[in-house]
């Protein structure tokens, strides 16, 4: 079994692979042919998907008079859906296949299982998403004290604590996209 599609995944680097293969036990690749729509934003999120074969298309759509703008365009061994896996919000883009398109999919009832019976994944995937924070340019944080915990990794490798990290890069993607700033 290649580890390698969802090792690549951000908030899974990192692991040996011993942690990737219980992983891999609970996805399925998707066939899509051009021009299928992978999911639309507001839908709610079923899970992550990796790109093993053809490319996809992250789109917010036409709307209020403004045209459709495209976010970006996913390679093979991108991912899109991570955030939605963690946290259960509504997706905050529409994905459609722009070409004949293999999709590896690990579902969001299967990552949580995987997070509460396997501390070593728990905690690499808040280690991952706390370095994401870090990484992140104008980062906004509600206390100092949470910065402090962030910046040092002393979180709790909890699913609540995943949401949580999960909000602040939310929030901080959409402060970025709404205001303008450079990243």
């Known amino acids: 079994m290649d580890t390698a599609a969802i090792g690549n995944i951000s908030f899974f680097r990192g692991l040996g692979t011993a942690d990737l293969m219980t992983i891999m036990q609970y996805t399925k690749t998707e066939d899509f042919e051009a021009d299928t729509t992978i999911f639309h934003i507001g839908d709610k999120p079923t899970g992550l998907y990796v790109v093993l074969k053809g490319r996809l298309r992250v789109y917010l759509p036409a709307a209020n008079g403004e045209p459709l703008k495209i976010l970006a365009t996913l390679e093979p061994g991108a991912s899109v859906g991570e955030f939605g896996l963690i946290d259960g919000q509504p997706r905050s883009a ?66 609540q604590a995943m949401h949580t990290l999960s909000a602040l890069l939310r929030f901080h993607n959409k402060r970025v996209q709404v205001l303008g700033l450079k990243t």
């Open 94 to 159: 529409s994905v459609d296949s722009i070409e004949i398109t293999q999709l590896l999919f690990l579902p969001a009832p299967a990552f949580e299982i995987i997070v509460k019976t396997n501390p070593m994944v728990a905690k690499n995937v808040v280690k991952n998403l706390c370095e994401m924070i870090k990484a992140q340019r104008h980062q906004v944080y509600a206390t100092e004290n949470d910065q402090q915990r962030i910046e040092s990794g002393k979180v709790p490798s909890t699913l």
